[in-house]
T-cell receptor, first 115, second 111 residues
Framework: KAGVTQTPRYLIKTRGQQVTLSCSPI?????VSWYQQTPGQGLQFLFE???????NKGNFPGRFSGRQFSNSRSEMNVSTLELGDSALYLC??????????????FGSGTRLTVV | AQSVTQPDIHITVSEGASLELRCNYS??????LFWYVQSPGQGLQLLLK??????LVQGIKGFEAEFKRSQSSFNLRKPSVHWSDAAEYFC?????????FGAGTRLTVKP
């Protein structure tokens, strides 16, 4: 059974540009959550999608957006990149919203560097 | 809302020594509790989870954790640490489908 696939693994962008990251969850998992991980702030929740609907959103500016497709694949977009957006972006899939007793399965992440 | 505290930012143990990583949570009821491990440049891997029943839970890689309601703690333990256990460990709490992670504890293993 394939794991959670995030693409690309590494990305370098310039300030002001926009970026799109992709996440394919485990087959059968319909919930996808996104986290930003930085040394200073740790793991911060961005948003969660279930059945193509944003179910929950963290405290991030509107430059951060996401969506989920009918096959449960998800994308997140960051517009007008800032240096502070440099981080490891992690995607996590689960069977249904939240984790309940299941726990997340994480992808390996996309390392975004903004220069 | 619930919160998680991992009091130790960095711990160093010798290979073969025992390990205990601390985790305290704040939540009105008993939440779901998790420990994850992250190797450098990788995502997080679920080590173990607790949601009800026996308060001592066994996980992968020889780890175990004990839920203590009276202390609001969920400490992770391993009797004998291996060099490959060097990584960052995250405690997580899910209360009412709202997941929160601790700041993490970095484990260094000395030869």
């Amino acid at each position: 059974k394939a794991g959670v696939t995030q693409t690309p693994r590494y990305l370098i962008k310039t300030r002001g540009q926009q970026v799109t990251l992709s996440c394919s969850p485990i087959s059968g998992h319909r919930s996808v959550s996104w986290y930003q991980q930085t040394p200073g702030q740790g793991l911060q929740f961005l948003f969660e999608y279930f059945s193509e609907t944003q179910r929950n959103k963290g405290n991030f500016p509107g430059r951060f957006s996401g969506r989920q497709f009918s096959n449960s694949r998800s994308e997140m977009n960051v517009s007008t990149l800032e240096l502070g957006d440099s981080a490891l972006y992690l995607c996590a899939s689960s069977l249904r919203p939240g984790q309940g007793s299941y726990g997340y399965t994480f992808g390996s992440g996309t390392r975004l560097t903004v220069v | 809302a619930q919160s998680v505290t991992q009091p130790d930012i960095h711990i160093t143990v010798s290979e073969g020594a025992s390990l205990e990583l601390r985790c305290n949570y704040s939540y009105g009821a008993t939440p779901y509790l998790f420990w994850y491990v992250q190797s450098p440049g990788q995502g997080l891997q679920l080590l173990l989870k607790y949601f009800s029943g026996d308060t001592l839970v066994q996980g992968i890689k020889g780890f175990e954790a004990e839920f203590k309601r009276s202390q609001s703690s969920f400490n992770l333990r391993k009797p004998s640490v291996h060099w490959s256990d060097a990584a960052e460990y995250f405690c997580a709490v899910d209360g009412n489908n709202d997941m929160r992670f601790g700041a993490g504890t970095r484990l260094t293993v000395k030869p």
